[in-house]
């Protein structure tokens, strides 16, 4: 081992110093170091060494990840789910070029995140996710622990390349191996995963879970005059370039290449769920341009879902944060997508109730995004004699109370707020990415809580110490500190993130951010009349009356007080005193290249009561038009709908 701990201690002592600014050595002959402890660990087995430098990367300690803009917009693809449907895009894009054939880059769709890879002078500056496309969460240092990921490239060059992250399906069933042993939920899917590797802040976690990541595009920095020439450099400088890429001269090829892979992409290491093809020549790219969406020369080819058989063996029932009670099918474990499930979800004991479903039934199985899948039909000629039907519930699986169903309702409800698994998911749902985003808090510690006594409400959380938290299991001192500073900076939110937190039936993001930007305040809102909530067009009688029954409730008002006394301090919001009488409910459409990021605009529409939806239809009162705008200019026209500019936007807007 003293070859291994030589080694280690000079890439210590060179990332100490490369972080410092005083670099000892070259770019490549530190990644040469770094290639050597890779294959020692390799031989070793996986983490042999906690103070491996692969497992740790030196950062600012920062507590969140900044935002970054990216420098050009990352665009989705446009979905094909049928052959007719490939040869119809790519007459699409040869009639208005007047070409009898196209040739296309083939690429496997890998199931993961795309990312946005900067170098600065060789070196690895800056990872972005996609985001919304126009920007995302800034990841460096998490795409510093892939290994097959250059750090540094062997010539100076400025250049971005996008990419996709994701996990393999080995990695993925140890990580959740991991994970239900630490009586931590598993992950979905690998892409689920993945996606919350990257948004770990421990570095040495992420390391652990082996990420992976393949290059399928280079945005600038290389001069090529096709696509599969531009990988083909990429490989040359050490990027992770797919290696079953291929390039055909013809859509008929390109048909060939998608059947190869359809019934064979279970057989891979990872996860693909099907095959992305690309015009390669970047001046016919240009010719055929992009939409506001996706580019007009490239598209996903999906395959078509993969369905199994099996027998329901029981039913498993969980309550959620609201009371609702969902059923989930135990069935006999079959393999689906290259993986074995056991489980199936159902939704609600309405879709039980249509699909007539039976203890013993034969039933078919399908498998999406989800790592449970669902059960799309019964084979009702193979029930077995006598079997018994799936029937609601009539007390609760977790506190034992009794269950109410409204007529006309799907859901059946637990109405114990005090009930256990209730008050777990209210508890996860404040701590949310999407709500007050306390990221130290998971499922495992909640449980421990409970069980302990801990805690009771959302409140009680802000009164623990580093000392409680460290006597919990599987907690040291370092990771108590850090619930505990989780905690602490998340007292500081926005109005509209608290009020999501909350948890209030029928109200999400959306609703919560508008409620913050109509009403300013908490405490205005707290005394919010019924008639107030319904003078404002987005809100219905539905949302109208959860609002203000949720802060008539003593029980939600006693939560609210403990919340501020234990120093929740939500940020007022600036209140919009009216609607835009130009904008106010009115249903807009954004169509073109506009000046500023399309959200940018989104949101200043919202804001001023507009209604954004994405397709014009007879119904749309309003189209603002940038340069470049297509077909839903034409549909604007056709309908005779108004459009507008930049410009007459931002008088409107008094910008």
């Not at 652990?208 to 090529?224: H, P």
């Not at 405490?523 to 219905?540: F, K, M, W, Y």
Request: proline share 5%.
């Amino acid at each position: 081992m003293s070859k291994t701990t030589d080694l280690v201690q000079r890439i210590h002592d060179l990332n100490h110093a490369y972080y410092c600014d005083v670099a000892k050595v070259s770019d490549i002959e530190y990644d040469g170091l770094v290639s050597q402890l890779h294959a020692l660990e390799a031989q070793a087995g996986e983490s042999f060494m906690e103070a491996s430098p692969l497992l740790q990367f030196p950062t600012n300690q920062q507590q969140a990840f900044p935002s970054r803009r990216h420098t050009t917009s990352m665009l989705s693809l446009g979905n094909l789910y049928s052959e007719q449907a490939i040869l119809e895009w790519d007459e699409s894009l040869r009639k208005p070029l007047g070409v009898p054939t196209l040739s296309y880059t083939c690429e496997l769709k890998i199931d993961g995140l795309a990312i946005a890879l900067i170098y600065e002078q060789g070196r690895l500056a800056t990872a972005v996710t996609r985001g919304d496309g126009m920007e995302g969460d800034e990841v460096t240092a998490n795409l510093r622990t892939i290994p097959e990921l250059p750090v540094a490239l062997p010539e100076p060059l400025d250049l971005e390349v996008r990419g996709e992250v994701f996990l393999s399906k080995d990695a993925f069933e140890k990580l959740n191996q991991r994970r239900t042993a630490g009586n931590d939920p598993p992950f979905r899917n690998p892409r689920n995963a993945a996606a919350g590797t990257l948004r770990t802040l421990d570095t040495s976690e992420v390391s652990r879970r082996r990420l992976g990541v393949f290059v399928y595009a280079c945005v600038s920095g290389i001069e090529a005059s096709h696509h599969s020439a531009a990988l083909d450099q990429l490989t040359e400088l050490g990027f992770p370039i797919n290696p079953e890429r291929h390039c055909v001269s013809s859509i008929t090829e390109a048909l060939e290449y998608c059947r190869r892979w359809e019934p064979r992409h279970s057989e891979l290491a990872y996860a693909i769920d099907g095959v992305v093809l690309k015009v390669d020549a970047y001046s016919t790219q240009k010719q055929l341009g992009v939409t506001a969406k996706s580019p007009r020369w490239a598209a996903a080819y999906k395959f078509s879902t993969e369905q199994a058989e099996s027998c329901i063996r029981g039913i498993e029932l969980g309550v959620g944060r609201t009371g609702v009670i969902t059923p989930i099918a135990l069935v006999d474990p079959v393999e689906l997508n290259g993986t074995m499930v056991g489980r199936a979800t159902l939704h609600n004991f309405e879709q039980v109730r249509n699909l007539d479903l039976h203890l013993g039934d034969l039933v078919t199985l399908e498998k999406g995004g989800e790592i449970i899948p669902k059960i799309v039909s019964v084979a009702r000629s193979a029930r077995p004699p006598n079997a018994l039907p799936i029937l609601p519930p009539e007390t609760c699986p977790a506190c034992d109370d009794k269950v109410s169903h409204e007529d006309g309702e799907v859901n059946w409800l637990c109405t114990n707020p005090d009930c256990p698994d209730q008050v777990r998911e209210r508890i996860l749902h404040f701590c949310s990415r999407r709500a007050l985003d306390v990221e130290t808090i998971g499922p495992a510690l909640v449980v421990q809580l409970l069980e302990r006594e801990l805690v009771r409400t959302s409140a009680d959380l802000f009164r623990l110490d580093v000392e409680t938290v460290s006597q919990l299991e599987r907690m040291g001192k370092k990771s108590a500190e850090n619930v505990v500073s989780g905690l602490e900076r998340s007292k500081h939110c926005q109005l509209a993130t608290l009020l999501h937190g909350l948890g209030i039936p029928n109200v999400g993001e959306k609703t919560a951010r508008l409620l913050a930007r109509r009403f300013g305040t908490l405490q205005t809102l707290r005394t919010v009349q019924h008639e107030q909530l319904l003078a404002i067009d987005e809100i219905g009688p539905v949302i109208a009356n959860s609002v203000a029954s949720f802060f008539a409730d003593s029980r939600q008002q006693a939560l609210v007080d403990d919340l501020l006394t234990v120093g929740v301090c939500p940020q007022e919001e600036a209140i919009l005193e009216a609607d835009n009488p130009h904008f106010s409910g009115k249903i807009v459409v954004l169509t073109g290249a506009l000046s500023e990021a399309r959200d940018v605009w989104k949101q200043r529409l919202e804001e001023a009561g507009a209604n954004i939806t994405s397709a014009v239809s007879k119904k749309t009162d309003l189209v603002l038009a940038g340069e470049n705008a297509g077909s839903k200019l034409e549909k604007a026209h056709k309908f005779g709908i108004q459009v507008i500019d930049e410009t007459t936007a931002q008088t409107w807007l008094n910008l």
